[in-house]
C-alpha cells in the first residue's frame, strides 16, 4: 500500500491515504474487495422487517417544453425528459432522458476514474489510455454495474440539527457519533454521513466538509463505500490541498462515493428503531463505462 | 373489482382482469398494494448469506463519437454517452447520457400509465390530464421512485434450455415450475420469469408470449410485480386480443412490469441453492413522472 | 382550389383559405410553387452591394454544466450544448447539441406537416400515415432542405416604434406599409413583417397577431414564405377560430412560417438605403423529416 | 504576420503559413478579413438569374425509436430525432434533436478554436481561457452566426471523374483547374474544391488530401473560406507534420473551413452554364460559442 505525497500551503509535504496497488495494478474495484463473504452476511443479518429507505434525493425532471409560449428558464435538473409521439392515434407514453450524472441534486454513485491524479486514474493507470470519447475504459460504472451489498452504518453528526456553516468534520465528528448511537463501524461496511445539509447548489453556502483526517479515518476503519449528505467543502477548507473525498478518497483509496444522498428519511428510520445499521444495496442502472450513474441505495432493515 | 370486455376474433365477448377501482380512483401503485407488512417480513426472512444478483441486462452505452472517421453505422444501445470537456487541462471525467427507456436491451420498469386503455390509464383517469409534454402526470415513475420490495419467487419454465419459438406460456407452465421446483407463489410476491429468451430485437424471431390465461393466473395468485426475459409474444399470438402482458397486466390490473430482465445468473443461482424465492430489491433511479425507467433488479439470498 | 370551413363563436360558418389539392394531393412544397423561373430573376436583380444582414435571433446556448456547485436555474435557450472530451491530452474542441425546433427564441422554419387540420396534414394526407416516431414522412423539412430563394419584401407596420399591445393586424396594416414604403409585394415574394416585438417568451404580454383577414390578404396577394417578429396572437384573438398564421396559413394554405425572426437590423438598413426589397436566401441546415429547422435567413442587398 | 515552426520527418524544421497577430490578438474572423466591400460587390455581380445549388450533404437523422422490436443498429447519422408528444388528443408534431457537430456526413462549418496549437487557440489565446464546459469563448461560431457571403469559384480537380486514391492535392492541381476552367481565385474568394469523393467513413479508404504545399496556395491567394468534399487525407499524407486543412489552415491560418461540402451538383451547374464563380452565402443557425455548426451553403447564380 503506497502512499502519495502533496504539500501544505506552507510547503510541508504530507502523506495521503492511498490504495494504489493494494489489489493489483489492474484493480478496478477499490475498497469495494474489503466487502467480504463475513461482511456480507454481517449485512445480511440487519434484515428483519424488510422495511426499506431510499438514500436518494428525488428528482422531478425538466421538460424540454416547446411552443411560443414557453417558460424563459428551467430548473437545472439532472434529467430532463423528452415526451414521445409513439403513434397517431395514440396508445402509449414514452420518453426520451438527457441525463446529467454529476449533478449536485442528483444521488449518483462516482466511478474511480472520475477524478485524476495528475495524468493518472485509480490504481495508477494513464488517463490517455483510461479515457477517450468512447467512454472510460478503467475505473468505470463497469466494476459496480452489478450491484453493491454490504452492512451500512449510519452516523448522524448533528441529531434532529445541522452542522454549523462550514464545520471541517473530523474523526472526533465520527467517534462521538458512534458512541452517542452505540454503533461500531466495521472494516467492509459503508459509511452514511448524516450532516443535516440537503443537497443543492451552494450558491453563496458554507458547506460543512470532510477534512483530510476525516478520510484518514475512513482508511483506517476500512469504510467500502461513502455516501453523504456531507462532501468535500465548499468553499475548500484549505485550497492548497487535495479535495479530501473526491481526490483523496475516490482518487487515490478508491473509494467509491455516493455524492448526493438524501439521509433524513434514514435518519428518522434509525431513530425510531434505535438502531444504526442495515443492510445497504446499491443498484444503479447496469450501465458499463460510465465515469458515474444515478442511484436509488436503500437501506433495508 | 371491475372486469373490462374485449371481443375475440369471433367476436365474442371476453373478460378481461382488472383492477380499475379496487384501491381507489387515484391509486397510482396498482398490485404493489399487495406487499403487506406480512409480505415484506416473508421476503426479508429469505435473507441469510447476502448473496445478490442482478437481474439486470448489462448496457454499454454508444459514444457520440464524431470527427471524419466515425464508424457508419453504431449499437442501437438505450444509453449514449457524451463524455464530457470537464476544464483544461483537465482533473476529472464526467459524462452526459441520453437515454431511451423503452428499449428491447434495456431492464426497465414500466410505470402503470404507459400503455392507454382507449383515452384512459389505469385506473380510469382521462389520458389528456395524466400526460402532457411536461410528463407524465398520473400513474407514472413517481409511484414507485423511492424503491420497491417484496419476495420474488423465479419460474423456470425451460431449466438450461429455451422454451420453443414462439411458445404461448400458460399457467400450465406455471404450475408444472411450481411443482418442480418445489416453489408457491404467495399473494404479494413478484413473480420472475425465465423462458431461455436473452432480450434482444426481434427481426425474424418468433418470440415465446404470455396468454391472457397466464396473466389471469397472475391475477388469481396476487402477483405484485412482473419481471421475466419472456414478455408479450413477437408476432403477437392473437392479433385480436390486447397485449396480455401491457394492456391487460400492466394498463388493466395495474401489475408493473420488468421488461427484458436478464434472469439466466439468477436461475443458475437458485438452482445452486435450491431454493426459487429471494428477496427482491428494485431500486431505480428516484425519478418522478417518467413512463418507465431503468432499473437493476437485485436478488438477495 | 378547395376552401374549408370553420365557424364563428356565433356559430356562423366562416371560408378559410386554403390550398388543399391546387398543386396535387402529394404537394410538399406549397406556396412555394409560387416562386417561378421570374420571380427568382427578380430577385436576383435585387443583389447590388453584397450587403447581408441577418434576420435570425443570437442563440446563446444553455450548457450542461454539473459539479457540486453549478447553478440551480438555467435559460430556456433552444440549444443546450455539451462540450466533449476528445482526447488526452486535448488537442481539439468538439460539442454535442440538443435542440428544440419549436421555440420561441429560435428562428426556426416550420414544416408543412407541423399542424394537423383535424386528423390530416396538408394538403390532406392522414397524420397517421405523415408522422410516426421515425419522423415526419410528408410534410417536412424535406422539401425545403436544398435552400429557398426569392424576392423578399419587408413590411414595416410600426417604423422606429412597436404595434401596440395586443394589436390585431389586419390588410390596412399592410396597404399602409406598402403605400409608406412606396413598394408592392408580389406573387412569390417573401413577407418579411416587422412589428417592433422581439421574440420572447410572452408570460403576462399581450402580443399582437394576425387576423384571419391579415392572412386572407396573403392569400390573394400569393406570399410564397412568411417572416417575422409577429406572429399569431397571444392570448388568441378569437379563440374559436383557427389561429390565423398556423392552423390556416401553414396547415391550409401550405405557406411555410419563419417564426421568431429578428428583423430591426434589416428594417435600420431598408430604412437607410431607402428600400424595402432584397434577396432573401434561407438556407437551413439539409436535414430531412424534421417538423421544424432552426434557420438563419439573409437579406441580401 | 508571424510563421510557426514544426519539423519534417528528417528532423528539418519547416515554416507553416500562419495568421496569428495579423489581425490583432483578439481577432476572431481570421480569414474572413479579406472579404472587403469591393469582394463582395465582386461576388453581387456573379447573381444574374437567383439560380441556386446547395453544398450540403442531405442528412436524415436517426430516430430514438424504442420498443420491443426496435432494431439493434442504427444509422451513425450527425442527426437524431425525438419526435415529442405535443398533447392528447394530438393536434401539432414537434420534435427535439442531438446534433453532433463534427461528423464526417454533416456539412458543418469549422469554427477557428476547433483545433488547438499545443495549448493555444487562433491567434494564440489560451486554451484555458478559450475552452470550458460552458462553450467556446473565443475563437467560436459567434464570429459567423450572422452568415458569410464571398464570392465562390469552384475548382474541380478531376471533372466527371474522382480523384485517385490517396491522391496528395498540390498547387498544380490548382493552377491546372484555374486553367481549364478560365477562372481565377482572387484575394477574398472563397475555394469550393471537387475531388470527386463524397464525404463519407473513410473505413478501408486512402481517402486524398490537401498538401502543405496547397494550403501554401492558398495562403498566397488570400483564400477566405474553403469548403470542399476533399479534406485532409486519411491515412495522413506524412504523420510527422501537422494536418494541412485543420492544424496550419484552420489553426494557424485562421481560415474557416466548411467540412464534407457535397459539390457534385454544383459542378454540373457550373458547367452547364460554364462558368465556375457565383455569390457563395453561408448561413449557419445562428448559435453562439459552438466549436462548429451544421451549414447548407448555397452557390448563387
Known amino acids: 500500500m503506497r502512499t502519495r505525497e ?21 484493480d ?19 434484515v428483519r422487517s424488510g422495511r426499506a429507505v431510499s438514500l436518494a434525493v428525488p428528482i422531478q425532471p425538466t421538460p424540454f417544453i416547446s411552443g411560443p409560449f414557453a ?20 396508445t402509449a407514453a414514452a420518453d426520451v432522458l438527457v441525463v446529467t450524472n454529476h449533478h449536485p441534486c442528483s444521488t449518483h454513485l462516482d466511478a474511480l476514474g472520475h477524478v485524476f491524479v495528475g495524468d ?9 489510455e483510461s479515457m477517450s470519447q468512447a467512454g472510460a475504459h478503467h475505473g468505470s460504472t463497469t466494476a459496480f454495474a452489478a450491484g453493491v451489498l454490504t452492512r ?59 477534512t483530510l483526517d476525516a478520510v484518514r479515518w475512513m482508511h483506517r476503519r476500512g469504510v467500502s463505500l461513502y455516501a453523504g449528505d456531507i462532501g468535500d467543502a465548499h468553499p475548500e477548507l484549505d485550497p492548497a490541498l487535495p479535495a479530501p473525498l ?25 431513530a425510531e428503531l434505535r438502531r444504526h445499521s442495515f443492510l445497504l444495496a446499491v443498484a444503479p442502472p447496469r450501465v458499463h463505462g ?12
Chains 1, 2, 3, 4 share one sequence.
Open 28 to 46: 478496478e474495484r477499490g475498497t469495494l474487495n474489503l466487502i467480504t463473504e463475513e461482511v456480507r452476511a454481517r449485512a445480511a443479518a440487519e
Open 71 to 90: 417558460p424563459s428558464t428551467s430548473d437545472a435538473s439532472p434529467v430532463q425528459q423528452a415526451m414521445v409521439f409513439t403513434a397517431y392515434p395514440t
Open 152 to 210: 451500512g452504518v449510519l452516523l448522524d453528526l448533528a441529531p434532529n440539527s445541522q452542522l454549523p456553516d462550514g464545520h471541517p468534520v473530523t474523526p472526533d465528528d465520527f467517534d462521538a457519533a458512534e458512541d452517542r448511537q452505540g454503533v461500531h463501524l466495521e472494516p467492509g461496511d459503508a459509511l452514511i454521513v448524516r450532516g443535516g445539509w440537503p443537497p443543492a447548489s451552494a450558491i453563496g453556502q458554507q458547506r460543512p466538509g470532510m
Open 290 to 301: 460510465l465515469t458515474g450513474v444515478p442511484v436509488n441505495p436503500l437501506a433495508i432493515f
Open 120 to 128: 493518472q486514474v485509480y490504481p495508477g493507470r494513464p488517463v490517455s
Open 6 to 26: 502533496a504539500e501544505t500551503s506552507a510547503g510541508e509535504p504530507i502523506d495521503l491515504p492511498s490504495n494504489w496497488g493494494r489489489w493489483g495494478d489492474d
Open 246 to 270: 473526491h481526490e483523496v478518497g475516490l482518487a487515490r483509496m478508491g473509494m467509491p462515493l455516493i455524492d448526493a444522498a438524501h439521509v433524513d428519511d434514514l435518519a428518522a428510520v434509525c
